[in-house]
């Protein structure tokens, strides 16, 4: 149930299993309450700077896109800066001590992996960092300046997200079925806030975002097949 940190001395820790080794793990010091808070209230001041910057691009944004340009922001700091973190600093993650470091400590009572490197964990993370991040403050900025490419673009990177959220919770599962793996806390708690409901975000929205720009591709598309084929007729 202990952990060596890096004085030589062990702490116990509250990941789960019990007997996980941790190397250099150092306790959080940042009550919950805060951590949380301070997320959320990053997240919050992303929207407002994002709300200000599209009424200003575009006084005439529609709510869905102000929302759409706010989300794509919000997920552009999340994933370069939040999951980039966990990327560059995978290897030594039980011994981080500054915010980022305690908020993915604190996240990782409900997945373990972000401790321990796991493999598919730290690729996943780092694809979605420097790929997807990048992309989604550019998709936010051509939401901002009402352009088509916004669309092909919005497609790929929500399928993108979508389907490392859906491998990230398959192999949970997968492993906990058939190795009996523990990843998480026994409470409800942590199951349901961080790990289904935080992750779910990013199924539920770049679902529901596929789905409008496939509706407006297909739009245009069919505009320009009926254009074509009123001007063939006019040539006949």
Same mark, same amino acid.
């Given at each position: 149930m202990?952990?060596?940190?890096?004085?030589?001395?062990?702490d116990?820790?509250?990941y789960?299993?019990?007997?996980?080794v941790?190397p250099? =793990? $150092?306790?959080?010091e940042?009550?919950?309450?805060?951590?949380i808070?301070? /997320? %959320?209230?990053?997240? *919050?001041?992303v929207f407002?700077?994002?709300s200000?910057l599209a009424?200003?691009i575009?006084?005439?944004?529609?709510r869905?896109?102000l929302f759409?340009?706010?989300? =794509? $922001?919000?997920?552009?700091c999340?994933?370069?800066f939040?999951?980039g973190? /966990? %990327?560059?600093?995978? *290897?030594?993650m039980?011994?981080r001590?500054?915010?980022?470091?305690q908020?993915w400590?604190?996240?990782?009572?409900s997945?373990r992996r972000y401790l321990t490197?796991?493999?598919?964990t730290?690729?996943?993370e780092?694809?979605t960092a420097?790929?997807?991040?990048?992309?989604?403050?550019?998709?936010s900025?051509l939401?901002m300046?009402?352009h088509?490419?916004r669309?092909?673009?919005q497609i790929?990177v929500?399928?993108?997200?979508?389907?490392g959220?859906?491998l990230?919770?398959?192999?949970?599962?997968?492993?906990?079925?058939?190795?009996g793996?523990?990843y998480?806390?026994?409470?409800?708690?942590?199951?349901?806030?961080?790990?289904?409901m935080l992750n779910?975000?990013?199924?539920?929205i770049?679902?529901l975002?596929i789905?409008?720009?496939t509706?407006e591709v297909t739009?245009a598309?069919q505009f320009?097949?009926?254009?074509?084929k009123?001007g063939?007729t006019?040539?006949?």
């Amino acid at each position: 149930m202990a952990s060596a940190n890096p004085n030589g001395s062990m702490d116990a820790h509250p990941y789960y299993p019990p007997d996980l080794v941790l190397p250099g =793990f $150092m306790p959080n010091e940042i009550p919950v309450p805060i951590l949380i808070t301070s /997320f %959320a209230g990053a997240a *919050g001041l992303v929207f407002w700077i994002t709300s200000l910057l599209a009424r200003t691009i575009r006084p005439s944004i529609s709510r869905n896109d102000l929302f759409t340009a706010m989300w =794509f $922001m919000l997920c552009g700091c999340i994933h370069l800066f939040f999951e980039g973190y /966990f %990327a560059y600093h995978n *290897g030594a993650m039980p011994a981080r001590t500054d915010l980022f470091g305690q908020l993915w400590k604190e996240y990782a009572k409900s997945d373990r992996r972000y401790l321990t490197r796991d493999s598919f964990t730290v690729c996943m993370e780092t694809v979605t960092a420097f790929a997807w991040g990048p992309l989604s403050f550019l998709i936010s900025w051509l939401v901002m300046k009402d352009h088509a490419l916004r669309h092909p673009l919005q497609i790929a990177v929500s399928l993108g997200q979508m389907y490392g959220d859906v491998l990230y919770y398959a192999i949970f599962f997968f492993d906990e079925a058939v190795y009996g793996a523990v990843y998480c806390r026994p409470e409800s708690f942590y199951f349901w806030a961080y790990f289904v409901m935080l992750n779910g975000f990013w199924i539920v929205i770049p679902g529901l975002l596929i789905y409008q720009s496939t509706i407006e591709v297909t739009k245009a598309f069919q505009f320009v097949q009926e254009a074509t084929k009123r001007g063939t007729t006019k040539a006949m």
